[in-house]
């Protein structure tokens, strides 16, 4: 079994900063690309960054420049630091992992339960 679990979020203002972190942890061999992606409602869930094992990064355009995502491997970490947030970034932001677990030699993508981040204007 494998649990992901953020933390972080809230509420600021427009042009302020929030950080986003989140684990992964249970019966895990090992954990390849890691990443957020939000969603709001009525809406599909969208891509916001991600990093795979090795460090290569990618990001969604529209966060580029403003967002950073980093990851611990030793910890099953990862980590997403927003800067100048903007009242488009009000979103549910969800964390991926996915996993190999001590189990299955196979990879399964696991979701966090999501953490609520508002920029107001």
């Known amino acids: 079994q494998v649990q992901v679990v953020e933390s972080g979020g809230g509420l600021v203002q427009a042009g302020g900063s929030l950080s986003l972190s989140c684990v992964a942890s249970g019966s895990i061999l090992s954990v390849a690309t890691m990443g957020w992606y939000r969603q709001a409602p009525g809406k599909e869930r969208e891509l916001v960054a991600l990093i795979t094992a090795s460090g290569d990064t990618n990001y969604a355009d529209s966060v580029k420049g403003r967002f950073t995502i980093s990851r611990d491997n030793a910890k099953n970490t990862v980590h997403l630091r927003m800067n100048s947030l903007k009242p488009e970034d009000t979103d549910v932001y969800y964390c991926?992992?996915?996993?190999?677990?001590?189990?299955?030699?196979?990879?399964?993508?696991?979701w966090g339960q999501g953490t609520q981040v508002t920029v107001s204007s």
């Open positions: 991926m992992a996915n996993v190999r677990t001590v189990s299955s030699m196979l990879n399964r993508v696991y």
